[in-house]
């Protein structure tokens, strides 16, 4: 007869399995249909692909098309696979997206929300991975040293081409990487308490010229979009703001609510509720747009005529070596995604939709090859060390 | 009321079902070693589509408040926490388990988690906007000061040598500066590998610390046989209640450690994890008998339970009344709300008051939940004991193989946990406390944003540190607390020389004395 602490070991040890096996649910991912679709050849251009996405998305809004989200497929995701052309057996299984950053982050809702469509139109799983540190470099740096064969792609924002300026990283950011597609443009805003001395954003710059350092303005983390674009505003009024950088949303917050802090430069829809419960008041609009929602009466910096090097975007990018093909119809995926209304309804809570930010793969490394270089220019003007950064 | 309206909707047959689920996965995923609660809220997040946020959220606050309770039940069983909490809770918990009181410290474990919970839960509904008025005080130098306040608690974590467990703490510390610099953005001591610009992270190195290095330490001095026999465990009763002595001596313990976790747990940022170790640090230096901590004392279990389960409940006032995190789990709860299409903050209660108050009941009704569960299931956890070590280990390094990489999908946190299961192996013979070095990893980063922060906010001087009110009343709190151990120690000597006659008597009456002195 078997010892007794084996029947009770092997029950406990059974339940251990099945705790381990929902562990490693995370890292497998169940196998959807295969694509009904499958087109080749000299197809129809990009443009054309996404004049014809366009259409549909219209046809959506219409209501001619009928459109469940979460279902298994419906006429909308029908129609857009039948639009967007495919490359040879791609994708044959999930497709795995780093995400820098933590669950419940801006980078992981974006991933997510625009997630949920395209999985559907690529009829595969997306698994989203989410590996955190040093403003999602490691994440980038784990897309890296994957197969560039399309099936691990990475979700990228603005800091990864200021550390590329920078020179932090073992790798250039935009060097390395194939550009997919950019989906969010930023939407900072100046926030200040409602109670504070600053009654318009001019207030506030003439106290700083006067008083340099004594603006204490706070943003996420060090080497940050914020960081740069106070900086940018800095020289432009020949002062300094007193940057007290914050790793967590929830840490800047307390410390404006709090008074610790007099200024927080931060998105619109993470506290848009405590503008609209009166606890805090914008003073301008980070970069160009004015959000006619949140107060058309708030001028934005660019209106004023104050330089806006920087913002926070998002967006999907590949290892370089990716074939161009994949990244074209990850391009139109994600593209589709967010032009249906599971992604839209997250948007319009965010005031992403007023930001727009879209750019395509090629755009997207335009605009970042310039950012870089603008980056680089402002790191060298205020002396921003580089050098000691490079270790 | 909110939390009538809440508990009447959470004891809905399927908002129960998935309470009561939740709790078995949090009682599993927080008890075996390796494995945390974050990781098991984490792995809810794709499920929230499907269930809805309300479902959904009453379905994690059972997996957090059972995995907050149960992390600390693998340290007490077998020194092998998953989380921070659980690393205080060992210092006491593996001495009574070594002791042959594994009963009794896992129901007065689960006791303290429940009344913790509740008193967390009924301070969130009743005081908690006036508390989260001065939670909001509480800036960079605050943080600062209480990072200080922590760290006088590594003397309570000397077991002999207090050199020792500074060095330990220190080098926690400098283990806390690896990655990039809050001031510069600078790359600090990563060995020149990119995935350690990260940091170390604190769960994989507790997992190496406690969790490996007790394998190694087994595998070095040869425990080949289960600890407990069946024998040991059919003298535990079924539904495990813990004696009404353990109870009367641990009472003003868990309500003291209950108000300060709770308030703790509010703060935005680190602030709920290190609830454990200062309801722990608290109560050894509150006490007379400072020296009976470290060996298997109730209330060295029961402190560290009651402060961060109340804490948990406190971490959701920042992210009910502000839409902001307190800490790993409520970040991964308010990305819930937003998936959901749900914006939490002070509206929350105007436009979803029926989600706000769900988490009210929930919280309420899991604790309740977590208290019977974790009773009936003492005697099957005390088999876990009656496992023989070959068997055993090998589970607990898969599990933390497994659990390590699951948090982060990160490789290098393999390598984290391995080197600090090889440490922690050393400082064990050496006689290193492991726990103040942890402790030490945790602090390290709230100290240095604290005051790097705290010196920005005061614009580039020191005056912060010196002329807030709530800075000033904490570090002299850490003052005090340093000092108190002494002062102990001074009145003892005195009082000794008075009656110098029959010292084992003595003893046995202050411990009498040290329980009416609570009261």
């Not at chain 2, 290190?274 to 029961?302: C, D, H, M, W």
């Amino acid at each position: 007869m078997r010892p007794s602490w084996y029947r009770r070991s092997r029950s406990i040890a059974l339940l251990c399995v099945a705790a381990l096996a929902l562990a490693a649910c995370q890292e497998g991912g169940g196998q959807g249909a295969a694509p009904e679709e499958e087109e080749e050849g000299a197809g129809p251009s990009q443009d054309e692909v996404v004049a014809e996405i366009d259409a549909i998305a219209e046809q959506v809004e219409a209501g001619e098309l009928a459109y469940e989200a979460g279902g298994d497929s419906d006429e909308a995701i029908d129609a857009l696979r039948e639009v967007i052309p495919q490359p040879e057996g791609y994708p044959a299984r999930a497709v795995e997206i780093i995400i820098g950053f933590g669950e419940g982050g801006g980078s992981d809702n974006y991933t997510r929300n625009v997630g949920l469509d395209a999985e559907r139109i690529m009829g595969q799983r997306l698994i989203y991975n989410n590996v955190p540190g040093a403003s999602g470099e490691v994440g980038l740096g784990q897309m890296f040293t994957q197969a560039a064969d399309g099936y691990t792609i990475a979700s990228a924002i603005t800091n990864q081409v200021i550390n590329d300026a920078l020179g932090t990283q073992p790798y250039s950011f935009v060097d390395d990487v194939a550009f997919i597609i950019r989906q969010q443009g930023p939407t900072e805003i100046y926030w200040v308490p409602t109670d504070s001395e600053f009654e318009t954003f001019e207030d506030m710059l003439e106290f700083a010229a006067e008083n340099p350092g004594q603006v204490t303005v706070s943003g996420s983390g060090i080497g940050s979009d914020d960081e740069f674009r106070l900086l940018a505003l800095g020289a432009e009024l020949d002062t300094e703001f007193g940057y007290v950088p914050f790793d967590g949303v929830g840490d800047r917050i307390s410390a404006l609510l709090g008074g610790d802090i007099d200024v927080l430069h931060e998105t619109a829809g993470t506290v848009i509720d405590l503008y609209e419960d009166g606890q805090i008041r914008p003073l301008a609009y980070g970069g160009d747009i004015v959000f006619e929602d949140i107060d058309p009466e708030i001028p934005s910096v660019a209106d004023l005529g104050y330089p806006v090097p920087i913002g926070r975007w998002r967006g999907m990018v590949a290892p370089g070596e990716v074939d161009p093909a994949i990244v074209d119809y990850l391009h139109n995926v994600f593209y589709a995604a967010a032009q249906l209304p599971a992604y839209r309804e997250f948007e319009a809570a965010f005031f992403q939709d007023v930001a727009g930010g879209y750019l395509d793969g090629e755009d997207f490394r335009a605009e970042s090859l310039a950012e870089r270089d603008e980056v680089a220019a402002l790191a060298e003007q205020f002396g921003y060390d580089t050098e000691q950064l490079e270790e | 009321m909110d939390l009538f309206t809440g508990i009447g909707s959470v004891l809905e047959p399927f908002h129960l079902l998935l309470m009561v689920v939740g709790v078995f996965i949090g009682l599993i995923f927080g008890t075996i070693p390796g494995l945390s609660g974050i990781t098991a809220v984490a792995l809810l997040v794709p499920f929230s589509y499907v269930l809805g946020a309300e479902a959904a959220i009453i379905m994690m606050i059972g997996v957090y408040v059972a995995a907050t309770c149960a992390g600390s039940l693998a340290g007490t069983l077998f020194n092998m926490p998953g989380d921070v909490m659980g690393a205080a809770t060992a210092r006491d918990g593996y001495p009574l388990t070594l002791q042959g009181h594994a009963g009794r410290a896992i129901s007065i474990d689960i006791t303290a988690s429940a009344v913790g919970g509740l008193i967390g839960t009924l301070l969130l509904v009743l005081i908690a906007p006036q508390f989260l008025r001065i939670a909001l005080r509480f800036g960079p130098p605050e943080f600062f000061a209480l990072a200080l306040l922590g760290m006088t608690s590594v003397a309570s974590l000397a077991s002999g040598s207090l050199i020792k467990a500074l060095l330990a703490g220190t080098l926690g510390l400098l283990m806390a500066t690896v990655g990039l610099d809050p001031v510069s953005g600078a790359v600090r001591f990563n060995f020149g590998l990119q995935q350690l610009q990260g940091g170390i992270d604190f769960i994989p190195a507790i997992i190496g610390f406690f969790a490996v290095a007790e394998i190694f330490n087994s595998l070095y001095r040869g425990t080949g046989r289960g600890r407990y026999t069946a024998k040991d465990i059919e003298k535990i009763p079924r539904f495990a209640l813990p004696s009404w002595a353990d109870l009367r001596r641990t009472r003003w313990t868990m309500l003291r450690a209950s108000l300060l976790g709770n308030f703790i747990g509010m703060l935005p940022g680190a602030g709920s994890t290190i609830a454990a170790f200062l309801g722990y640090g608290t109560e050894v230096q509150l006490s007379r008998n400072p020296e009976r901590f470290g060996k298997g004392e109730i209330k060295g279990v029961a402190a560290p339970e009651a402060a961060n389960n109340s804490a948990a409940a406190g971490s959701m006032v920042p992210l009910l009344t502000l839409g902001i995190p307190g800490g790993a789990v409520t970040a991964i709860m308010l990305g819930v709300f937003i998936l959901n299409g749900l914006r939490p903050g002070p509206l929350l209660f105007r436009d979803a008051p029926e989600i706000a108050s769900s988490v009210f009941g929930a919280l309420a009704v899991a604790s309740v939940v977590v208290f019977f569960v974790g009773l009936l299931a003492v005697r099957l956890l005390l088999r876990l004991l009656t496992i023989p070590f070959e068997v055993f280990s090998t589970m607990v390094l898969v599990f933390a193989v497994v659990g390590t990489f699951a948090i982060y999908n990160r490789t290098i946190d393999l390598w984290v946990m391995l080197v600090c299961g090889i440490l922690g192996f050393f400082a064990k013979q050496y006689g290193f406390p492991v726990s103040a070095l942890v402790l030490g990893l945790v602090l390290g980063d709230i100290a240095e944003t604290g005051l790097v922060n705290g010196i920005g906010v005061s614009r580039g001087s020191w005056s912060a540190f010196l002329s807030r009110p709530f800075t000033i009343g904490t570090l002299v709190i850490a003052f005090i607390l340093l000092l108190l151990p002494l002062l102990w120690a001074y009145l003892g000597r005195r009082r000794r020389r008075a009656d110098t006659a029959a010292p084992v008597e003595r003893a046995e009456r202050s411990s009498t004395a040290d329980e009416q002195d609570r009261s």
